[in-house]
């Protein structure tokens, strides 16, 4: 298996630079990944040298406190990051999995023990894999995702980890055994004391990453996401929440997709004021697009909720029906650089209030005019046309 793992020139000088100074592993999922036969995208490093030693050894790479006290660095080197923590095995935690007390080692087998999963648990130095079970390299090669030591007893120091389990193996195509998903049922209580932001970026990471409709199936067959949404999971039609999201690429439209029936829990997560704002336009529009029949609908639509919005919208619609009359639409009003917002408007605020208009309410009515004009013929956006308007309103 060590014939697979191949370096880049950078790993290698990083990985060299550790191990004359001390001891220094590749570790993790850049490893998983190579032995899976899958590209792997992050590397991150381990070792037995002490936190201020490190600083120094790598002072020409912008060395970076991220973790003082789990002993975390991170680096930069050609313009990539890197993270680099010290050996240690964890000594307890707290109901909301705050690591009560660590302890640095220089045995990578210790460091190796307090990791998840077996497949997760193996370690590379160069020139030698490292691994604490003989199980690590056979679940590898089997495909299998299977907890490291007593499985009931990592989910209780760390709920976060079914999530993270469920990722791993829908992601990267792991049949999760059938006593781990015993496991994982019998204890799925526990993630309700992991703080929503953590279940969030973790479900994030799911819906943004390949194969996300076998983790979003695991999700639901081993009752987390009842545990997470009750409401949302009665609701769902799971075949149809699966063939969907297996197709769209947008998270927003994910999330439109999986609380279209309950957009109530959608306050659960903490989403940004813009994201929100997409999700529940694509949530509270998809069924008004049925009535859409011209151009001038089309752009009324796009004015009403932003031109993304419509686009995922779009797309939603296309999987349920033909829509080739709207894209036809959309293509012309795109070509042709339509006037569509307020902003598009041959006119502003200043020019009104240039005429004596000047209470706020009224500017507001005369743009809203002025843009219904523009979006029924396009040729009226002209300033001589729009000032006529406000001729007409300042007298009326």
Do not use: H
Not at 130 to 152: H, K, M, Q, T, W
Not at 307 to 318: A, G, N, S, T
Not at 348 to 368: A, N, P, Q
Request: charged share 35%; hydrophobic share 40%; glycine share 6%.
């Amino acid at each position: 298996m060590i014939e697979k793992i191949k370096l880049t020139e950078d790993l290698k000088w990083i990985l060299e630079r550790l191990n004359s100074y001390g001891k220094g592993y590749i570790v993790g999922g850049y490893i998983r990944d190579y032995l899976l036969g899958i590209e792997p995208k992050d590397c991150d490093f381990c070792t037995d040298i002490e936190y201020e030693q490190l600083k120094v050894i790598f002072k020409d790479c912008s060395p970076k406190e991220i973790g003082k006290a789990f002993g975390i660095i991170q680096i930069i080197y050609k313009g990539k990051s890197y993270e680099i923590a010290k050996l240690r095995k964890e000594l307890g935690f707290t109901s909301s999995r705050n690591v009560v007390d660590i302890e640095f080692v220089s045995d990578i087998y210790e460091d190796l023990k307090r990791r998840d999963f077996t497949v997760n648990a193996i370690a590379f130095d160069g020139k030698n894999l490292f691994y604490p079970s003989s199980l690590a390299l056979e679940d590898i090669e089997n495909r299998i995702l299977r907890f490291v030591g007593e499985g009931a007893k990592r989910v209780k120091e760390d709920p976060l980890r079914i999530l993270r389990g469920i990722r791993i193996a829908g992601e990267k195509n792991l049949n999760i055994l059938d006593s781990v998903q015993e496991i994982i049922l019998k204890n799925k209580e526990e993630i309700k004391r992991v703080s929503i932001e953590r279940v969030q970026d973790e479900i994030f990471k799911m819906l943004k990453g390949k194969n996300r409709e076998n983790s979003f199936y695991l999700l639901n067959k081993l009752g987390i996401f009842e545990e997470l949404f009750p409401e949302t999971s009665k609701k769902i039609n799971l075949k149809e929440v699966l063939n969907k999201i297996k197709i769209v690429k947008s998270l927003n439209l994910e999330l439109a997709i999986i609380f279209f029936k309950s957009k109530e829990e959608l306050s659960k997560l903490k989403l940004d004021n813009k994201s929100k704002k997409s999700i529940l336009n694509i949530i509270n529009q998809k069924d008004n697009f049925k009535n859409i029949k011209s151009k001038y609908e089309v752009k009324k639509m796009i004015s009403l909720i932003g031109l993304e919005d419509f686009k995922d919208i779009l797309v939603l619609e296309k999987i349920e029906r033909e829509i080739s009359n709207l894209e036809i639409f959309l293509k012309d009003i795109l070509d042709k650089n339509e006037p569509i917002f307020l902003k598009d408007l041959a006119i502003s605020g200043k020019d009104i209030i240039s005429e004596g208009v000047t209470e706020g309410k009224k500017i507001k009515l005369i743009l809203e005019k002025s843009l219904e004009s523009v979006l029924q013929n396009p040729d009226f956006n002209t300033k001589d046309y729009l000032m006529k308007i406000i001729e007409e309103a300042f007298n009326s």
